[in-house]
C-alpha cells in the first residue's frame, strides 16, 4: 500500500497512521493468525504500545528478548491464544526462526533485505491463501527495488498514493 509521505521527517507519522486508519481499524483487528513485521525497534514501540491500548489480543518478539520470552509468544501464536505476533525484522535476521502458524503478514515498512520477506511467505501456514501487505512511502525507493526490481519499484513509487499493488 503506497502511503502518501511528502517529507521524509513525516515518514514515521504516515506510516503509522496509515496503519491505523486504513489497515488496523478496518481490517487488522479482525484477522486471525497475523504478523506484523515492523521495520525498526522505533517502529516495533509504537506498534506495541498502539497493539496495547487496542486491547488487541497480541504477543511480542524483538532481538533482545530471553529465549523464554520467545518460546512462551511462539506457542500462544501458534496455539491461537494470541491473534497477532508483532516482530522486528531484526529478530528476523538474527535469529532465524521459522514463525508457524502464519495466515496473514504485514510489512510495515519494506524489509531492507529480500531474505526476509521470502523467510516469513515460505513459512505461511497455507501459501495459496495467505495475504501480504507491504506499507511504503516514495523514500523507501532502493528497499522496494530489492523486494520486486527496478521496473515494478518504478511503478510503484510513481503511482498515486492510497494505491495496492498485487504480484505473486
Not at 489497515?23 to 525498526?40: D, M
Not at 503478514?105 to 511467505?121: M, N, Q, R
Amino acid at each position: 500500500l503506497h502511503v502518501p509521505c511528502k517529507l521524509v521527517q513525516e515518514h514515521g507519522d504516515q506510516l503509522f497512521e496509515t496503519f491505523c486508519s486504513k489497515y488496523w481499524k478496518p481490517l487488522g483487528s479482525s484477522l486471525e493468525r497475523l504478523v506484523i513485521v515492523a521495520n525498526s525497534y522505533y517502529s516495533f514501540l509504537r506498534l506495541r504500545r498502539f497493539l496495547r491500548e487496542e486491547g488487541a489480543s497480541f504477543c511480542s518478539a524483538f532481538e533482545y528478548s530471553s529465549n523464554s520470552d520467545l518460546s512462551k509468544a511462539r506457542f500462544r501464536f501458534f496455539h491461537g491464544q494470541r491473534r497477532v505476533l508483532l516482530v522486528t525484522e531484526r529478530f528476523l535476521w538474527y535469529r532465524r526462526y521459522k514463525l508457524k502458524g502464519v495466515d496473514y503478514v504485514l510489512f510495515y515498512g519494506p524489509p531492507e533485505t529480500s531474505d526476509i520477506y521470502e523467510d516469513i511467505l515460505n513459512n505461511v501456514r497455507t501459501p495459496s491463501q495467505c495475504n501480504s501487505m507491504c506499507l511504503f512511502t516514495q523514500f523507501d525507493g532502493f528497499a522496494i527495488e530489492r523486494l520486486v526490481g527496478a521496473e515494478r519499484a518504478r511503478k510503484m513509487l510513481t503511482s498515486p498514493p492510497g494505491k495496492v499493488f498485487v504480484y505473486s
